[in-house]
């Protein structure tokens, strides 16, 4: 079960993609169809039950627009 639960401020999200070259699992990408206000493809989690919840994403985001949850063990979380 995925350790951490990634979620991303969209209109945020202007597509740089660092959050994508830093995540260890390669689990984070920008999105195929979806387009923000600004004009940007937000990324998004391709594969949340791999998320280790390193929090590098969020990290590295120079816009704040991902912020990671911990998952406790045996939790109820269903992402
Ligand atoms: S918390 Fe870590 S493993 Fe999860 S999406 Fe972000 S960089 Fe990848
Ligand atoms: S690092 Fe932030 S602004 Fe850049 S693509 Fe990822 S979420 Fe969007």
Redesign the pocket.
Known sequence: MAKGLVR?NEE?????????SVCPVKI?A?HETKINSKGFR??CVLHADKCIGCAN?AL????G??SVFMREEGGEADE
């Open positions: 991303f945020r999200c202007k597509g740089c993609e660092l959050c994508v984070i920008l937000p990324a994403c590295m985001c120079p816009d627009a991902i």
